[in-house]
């Protein structure tokens, strides 16, 4: 993230998610994406303040069809709660969406 920082971005590509769509991550207060949004928001808002102003793209994660087994991904998250929050984040921040998720 510092990296990002600062490498001067005139684009800033944001594509969060699936390592995040675990269960534990969204338990309690969670459940509806309150945090997810809210540190979404904050990223963009940390990039937007940076002086070369860079244009903002988030992106929706692709579609879980099945979860691997090793990995206790929750479809419903990433099918379900993720494709609308991305939209509302981008509406929010004035941000570019690319929807790998309905592609």
């Known amino acids: 993230f510092t990296y990002a920082l600062n ?3 005139d684009i800033v590509t944001i594509m969060l998610g699936t ?3 675990a269960p534990y991550n969204w338990e309690g207060q969670q459940a509806k ?8 928001n904050e990223m963009i808002k940390t990039f937007r303040d940076l002086p070369t102003k860079p244009d903002i ?7 879980l069809h ?13 099918n379900d709660i993720y494709p609308v929050l991305v939209h509302k984040i981008a509406k929010q921040n004035d941000a570019i969406v690319i929807d790998t998720h309905s592609s």
């Open 57 to 63: 793209i988030v992106m929706v994660p692709p579609p």
């Open 19 to 21: 390592n995040d769509a």
């Open 66 to 78: 099945k979860p691997p087994s090793q990995f206790p991904f929750s479809r419903k998250v990433i």
């Open 33 to 40: 994406g309150d945090s997810y949004e809210a540190d979404y």
């Open 7 to 9: 490498s001067a971005p």
